[in-house]
């Protein structure tokens, strides 16, 4: 993840602790013992729910339809075209390197050093002393400085940061069918411009086997949207035609179509895994089958969420609270457990 774990305090970080708020750190160290206790945490039931919440809330929703977008989805989504247009900022390196391009590491100590201020944009004047525990997940969600990396603990971390943002109040329930297919899907094109600008390295890939070198999330959320279309079945991936007509409406056929763009040779040999998936009747199966994975190899491996961060908002400590999406549904009171709205 991310080189630093955070910015330099600023006023923000200091009245932010004052009101209960704190610097998130990470707490899973053992692999037996941590591991093991984070599945029953409060943080995992929390970003578990609101996973479950964004998918509910696409359900047969195309990224085409008319959705209302709240001044805080419009005010996200601007934060990341500002993150995209500093990319023409730091022009890869142009001397041959080997494991991708080392002028990430200055995009990213760039976007760090940045943080505080473009939160401080982004939040209302109230909201600013929740800055000292949100930007560490946003810094950590573009990928890792130092091995110039990505992968899908990145994509969890700025979930995790969206999440926390509905705890404090800026984002809202009515607000998750966009948070899913105007914000996410504005960030995938921004880490995806970053992966091929700088040729980021899949952090914790499970190589062939594995379902996709970086993302995750746009098959869960992707199968959502696809759940009872009329005659998109998921065996419709394997034609070039139909990425090429549906890749901007639906999550599912633009990450495939992301795959053939870096990705040589048959697909059923780099890609066996959505290969196989894309075998399964309906896609009601194939999300279930998501949400399953999604729990199995990413939130239950050591290699991705190691470097997840806890504090306040995300607490260490274990759950009180069901894992449903209607759980997440929480306002945050500085030194009190969140409760339901």
């Not at 993302?215 to 696809?226: E, K, N, R």
């Amino acid at each position: 993840m991310s080189s630093t774990t955070a910015s330099t305090p600023s006023a923000s970080s200091t009245s932010g602790e004052e009101q209960g708020f704190q610097l998130p750190v990470k707490r899973i160290k053992d692999e037996a013992k941590d591991l093991s206790f984070f599945q029953t945490s409060e943080a995992y039931a929390r970003i578990m729910s609101y996973i479950q919440a964004l998918n509910n809330s696409v359900l047969n929703k195309k990224v085409s339809d008319p959705l209302p977008s709240s001044e805080s989805i419009k005010k996200i989504v601007a934060l990341l075209d500002t993150l995209d247009n500093w990319i023409e900022l730091v022009p890869p390196k142009a001397d041959p390197q080997r494991f991708g391009n080392l002028a990430f590491r200055d995009y990213i100590h760039m976007f760090e050093d940045k943080a505080s201020s473009l939160l401080e944009e982004l939040l209302p004047a109230d909201l600013h002393p929740a800055i000292v525990e949100i930007s560490p997940y946003l810094t950590q969600s573009m990928g890792h400085g130092t091995r110039i990396d990505y992968g899908s603990g990145h994509e969890l971390s700025f979930v995790a940061w969206l999440c926390c943002l509905e705890m404090i109040g800026f984002l809202h329930g009515r607000d998750h069918p966009a948070v899913v297919l105007r914000v996410f899907v504005r960030y995938l094109e921004l880490v995806r411009k970053l992966q091929r600008t700088y040729q980021l390295e899949p952090a914790g890939s499970h190589g062939v086997w594995g379902l996709d070198d970086y993302q995750f999330l746009p098959y869960l959320w992707g199968s959502a949207q696809l759940r009872d279309h009329a005659f998109l079945k998921p065996m419709a991936i394997m034609k070039p035609i139909n990425l090429e007509d549906y890749s901007s409406d639906y999550l599912y056929f633009r990450a495939i179509q992301s795959i053939h763009q870096t990705k040589r040779g048959p697909f059923h040999e780099h890609s066996p895994v959505l290969f196989e998936i894309s075998g399964v009747q309906l896609w009601s199966k194939v999300n279930s089958g998501m949400i399953k994975m999604y729990k199995a190899e990413v939130l239950n491996k050591f290699p991705v969420v190691q470097h997840l961060l806890f504090g306040s908002l995300l607490p260490w400590r274990p759950s009180d609270l069901p894992e449903t999406p209607e759980a997440v549904a929480l306002t945050f009171v500085p030194g009190a457990t969140p409760r339901p709205i």
